[in-house]
């Protein structure tokens, strides 16, 4: 389950986890193991709804991704029970995001239906200028806190749905969850 605040990068992360998925699938076994550079970051639109993409991450295994729009966040309660893992992409472009984004990911890690789901909290826009620096931006979600206190396990990664940085790091994440 991917959520997170609205222009967070949900889209356009699962458009790159998407694409990278191809790529390994395409690639797998070649004696060139080096991957293309990704296109052009294709154009994204709001989601309003449900988006939902099919990753390989393996020869044997598909994973289904559910994408929750989020203006959709006070309902999206109703998928928590469906999910094996959680994904919350956070936008670093402000410190006004980031507040408001606190707000949102700490009602979904008190969720009694994802106490014992592992969550990814997906540092996003880290490509951007004047992005809030790692060290604020734990400050300001709280982190080390979070960490501390709630049930579920929970991974913390930097990265850029437009360069692709940190994009292979999540793919892996789901592999394992």
Not at 1 to 30: C, D, F, N, P, T
Not at 129 to 137: C, G, R, S, W
Request: neutral net charge; contains cysteine.
């Amino acid at each position: 389950l991917v959520i997170g605040a609205e222009g967070s990068g949900k889209s356009l992360m699962l458009q790159r986890l998407k694409w990278l998925s191809l790529q390994q699938q395409l690639y797998k076994g070649k004696k060139s193991s080096k991957l293309p550079s990704p296109p052009t970051p294709p154009a994204t639109v709001p989601t309003v709804g449900t988006n939902i993409v099919a990753l390989e991450v393996d020869a044997k295994r598909k994973v289904m991704v559910r994408e929750l729009g989020g203006a959709m966040a006070p309902i999206w309660a109703d998928s928590y029970e469906d999910c094996c893992c959680v994904i919350f992409v956070v936008d670093r472009s402000s410190a006004t995001h980031l507040s408001a984004t606190s707000i949102l990911l700490l009602e979904a890690l008190s969720a009694d239906a994802l106490k014992s789901k592992p969550f990814l909290i997906v540092l996003g826009k880290s490509d951007v200028p004047n992005a809030v620096n790692l060290q604020e931006t734990s400050n300001i979600l709280r982190l080390e806190d979070l960490r501390a206190t709630c049930c579920q396990r929970i991974d913390v990664t930097e990265a850029s749905g437009f360069t692709s940085d940190g994009i292979q790091y999540i793919l892996e994440w789901i592999s394992k969850h």
